[in-house]
């Protein structure tokens, strides 16, 4: 038997799944308690946040928790990984597309031009003291680690609930998802570019299987709709062959990594992704679906 509670926050759906009902609550309840600590620690939408007094304090040392440090230490390591593809510095450019609010606000408003593309700063340029726990950016620059925290927060609760309750979880945080635990049968998943639209139908034992997707949080601008999933190399929301990609790893974290990076940078992601082997899901421009690196072939529209 399975158990499974729904619910919405971070703007997007949240889903927690178990193999063993009696623990849902407690569960669900670990869940919420991590996610309020990471978006007290790293939303740029409340000014009280750590990564706000550090975007605030550019240019200056600051200290934050360990659980920041942990967050800013994931974005870095992606961007290593990506070749600069999935760069947390790309705060200032994503503001200057229109996403400088909540992503509902900024949908209900009267569409608004957006503003000159901003440079982006760079993520070698960030400093991080893990030792003494200090953060600092360069003047003119502001962390984004939304390409990240989500992924991590789902890596991170499925495998303490897992371990902490002996039971096999499937973790989804908007289109990051992660499998911890031994569940007696795979998890049947319906990947697709937009919940509750049509897709394919996989099953997931274990890892991360993440969805990027420049089709969902979007927005009406004077000539046409803005996204949040910026190009590091323009700083301007990305106009690659992608739409979407979907992407499984052994974590949420490289999952995402690899899925946004095709978003931001297209076919240069491209080798990166064979290389690591990962199975992938591409849906081009046009809706032309490409399969790569062992994508389920069972794989069925739902």
């Known amino acids: 038997m399975t158990a499974s509670r729904t619910w919405t926050a971070w703007s997007c759906t949240v889903r927690l799944t178990v193999d063993d009902p009696a623990v849902l609550g407690a ?13 007290k620690a790293a939303s740029r939408f409340r000014p009280d946040s750590e990564l706000s007094v550090v975007n605030t304090r550019a240019g200056a040392l600051v200290p934050v928790s360990r659980l920041l440090v942990d967050l800013v230490d994931v974005s870095l390591v992606a961007a290593q990984m990506s070749g600069g593809a999935v760069d947390p510095t790309v705060g200032p450019a994503v503001i200057a597309a229109g996403y400088d609010t909540d992503i509902e606000t900024v949908r209900r408003r009267f569409p608004q031009a957006p503003g000159d593309p901003k440079p982006v700063a760079g993520w070698q340029e960030v400093r991080l003291n893990r030792k003494l726990a200090l953060l600092g950016v360069p003047t003119e620059c502001a962390l984004d680690l939304g390409a990240t925290a989500k992924a991590w927060t789902a890596d991170r609760a499925a495998n ?19 499998a911890a635990g031994t569940p007696k049968k795979p998890w049947v998943i319906t990947v697709a570019e937009r919940a509750g639209e049509r897709g394919v139908v996989v099953t997931l034992a274990h890892g991360g299987l993440t969805t990027s997707t420049r089709t969902v949080r979007r927005w009406q601008t ?34 995402n990594t690899f899925s946004t990076a095709l978003i931001a940078t297209g076919d240069a992601a491209l080798g990166r992704l064979k290389l690591a082997g990962h199975p992938a899901r591409l849906i081009a421009d046009d809706g032309e679906t490409t399969e790569l690196s062992g994508w389920p072939a069972a794989s069925r529209a739902a």
């Open 27 to 39: 569960a669900c309840g670990e869940l919420k308690a991590l996610m309020d600590r990471v978006d």
């Open 160 to 178: 303490v609930i897992s371990k902490r309750y002996g039971c096999a979880v499937l973790v989804e945080i908007g289109g990051d998802l992660r």
């Open 222 to 255: 004077p000539t046409g709709y803005g996204h949040h999933v910026i190009d590091p190399r323009s700083g301007l929301p990305a106009e690659g062959p992608y739409r979407t990609a979907s992407v499984w790893a052994p974590t949420a974290v490289r999952a």
